[in-house]
């Protein structure tokens, strides 16, 4: 699928539970305190999210491993700077450069590879104390997510609560927030939007 046709598909006509989703996560930047705060798009694409950061006046970065995407960004939000990312390249930045970074359907693409979880410390390291980190990925509704959790193992059973059904998060070790928290970050916010989940973590030590 060419860049112009995911960006039809998921942001220029999505469905109905895409629309949702994207609302969502327009609304959690809306409400985001960046301004002049250093942010990372991790996994930018073409920079669908770029646009809503700049607006709130962040200083905004990213990455991404396609050579074509990052030329759009370039091309198209010169305020910005961007980097291509090659296979198993660490980030290119200092300890504690950014105070927040955000990750949009990106872990999941790693979850089967060493690269989760090098990249998830890699996201710890480059934040600062205190900074956020939000991560967006896919659940799957039951029963379909109890038959995948039973058959390979991978993943865990996520509840928002209320009358909400069960989500099923796609990650080896059970869970994102294992991972998070063994490297001193808290949870400070989890919910579920068609067939996302969204959390945010502060990094506490």
């Known amino acids: 699928m060419s860049w112009a046709e995911y960006n039809k598909k998921f942001y220029q006509e999505p469905n109905d539970i895409l629309c949702k989703e994207n609302k969502w996560l327009e609304q959690i930047i809306y409400n985001l305190d960046i301004k002049d705060k250093y942010c990372l798009d991790f996994g930018c694409g073409v920079g669908s999210w770029i646009p809503f950061y700049l607006a709130k006046g962040a200083r905004l970065t990213g990455v991404d491993i396609s050579a ?106 059970n869970t994102m927030s294992g991972f998070m928290e063994s490297w001193g970050f808290s949870r400070r916010s989890n919910s579920a939007e068609g067939w996302s989940f969204f959390e945010s973590y502060e990094k506490t030590q």
């Open 68 to 173: 074509e995407a990052i030329q759009h960004c370039e091309a198209s939000y010169p305020s910005g700077k961007f980097y291509r990312l090659h296979k198993n390249e660490i980030l290119p930045f200092q300890d504690d450069s950014f105070d927040l970074v955000m990750a949009t359907w990106v872990m999941q693409e790693l979850c089967e590879s060493d690269e989760l979880e090098k990249y998830l410390h890699e996201i710890s390291r480059i934040l600062k104390q205190h900074g956020y980190f939000i991560v967006v990925e896919n659940v799957y509704p039951d029963p379909g997510a109890r038959k995948l959790l039973a058959r390979t193992g991978i993943g865990d059973i996520f509840s928002n609560g209320g009358d909400m059904p069960s989500r099923l998060r796609f990650f080896p070790m």
